[in-house]
């Protein structure tokens, strides 16, 4: 990807096809965190920012496996590498009052054209007088307006058996340094009587036509140096708040080649 005029960008689904860059391991304790990135196509032009699809995942266990022992994740915030484009001119614009409460059908009809990703979501549900049971969610993501400022991507979790729905809203800040973008996301306080998020992946993928052209809603080139045919670069942090305090912070590198050499 290259430094430019445009900012960095992506979040946050298996991407055919793509080179994922290894999942990474913290540990503080008994908490187990994990964080994996990765963009496809990687074969990318040099200096011409081309169309990719941008990929991010994570994972939190218990190192002892208990259920109850897994203290609930408050925050995840993902910061990308600054050489990049986010392009979103043109793009229709979700609220978060059409999507929830909504299921994933309505939600598409209503915001079909504003969406910009999609992913999945796995959770503990912890239900007073019921045992814990496990939870996956299909998750869409949506362009969002603005928040005092800052892009917002709507990312709609919509869970089939038991029926329910909830909105993670990542508000979207310009850096400085090696990580250019950061995606910051909070568990919503409904949610936080009941779900313990384990597992988020997240893809930002999407092209369109505006004003007489054709779009991406994230770009990247190769950064290789003159004279090299391929760059390995830190690619992604995570960073997790934990409710009882602790935060845990892991980076992955990617890896690209120029097109064509």
């Known amino acids: 990807m290259r430094a430019g005029r445009a900012i960095a960008a992506a979040a946050v689904m298996l991407l055919c096809g793509a080179l994922p860059a290894g999942a990474e391991l913290t540990q503080e304790g008994d908490l187990i965190a994990s964080f994996a990135g990765s963009l496809s196509p990687t074969a990318l032009p040099r200096n011409a920012p081309a169309p990719v699809a941008v990929r991010v995942a994570g994972d939190v266990r218990s190192a002892t496996g208990a259920a109850d022992a897994l203290p609930q994740l408050h925050t995840i915030k993902v910061a990308i590498n600054r050489r990049g484009r986010l392009f979103d001119r043109g793009l229709p614009i979700c609220e978060v009052a059409t999507i929830q409460p909504a299921n994933e059908r309505a ?18 549900a ?65 949610a936080r009587e009941w779900a313990y998020l384990t597992h988020f992946d997240m893809t930002l993928r999407r092209t369109y036509d505006y004003r007489g052209a054709r779009r991406s809603y994230v770009s990247a080139a190769c950064p290789a140096p003159p004279g090299f045919r391929s760059a390995l670069f830190p690619f992604a942090r995570a960073t997790y708040g934990f409710a009882d305090g602790r935060r845990l912070v892991t980076t992955v590198a990617g890896r690209c080649t120029v097109k064509g050499s």
């Open 126 to 190: 912890h239900i007073p007088s019921q045992p814990v049971f496990s939870v996956t969610a299909k998750l869409l993501a949506f362009n969002g307006p603005r928040r005092n400022g800052h892009k917002l991507i709507l990312a709609q979790a919509y869970a089939r058996k038991p029926p329910g729905a909830f909105v993670l809203t990542f508000v979207v800040r310009k850096a400085k340094g090696t990580f250019g973008t950061t995606m910051t996301t909070t568990l919503p306080r409904s």
């Open 107 to 124: 939600a598409k009809r209503v915001c079909g054209g504003a969406i910009v990703g999609s992913g999945h979501v796995a959770l503990r």
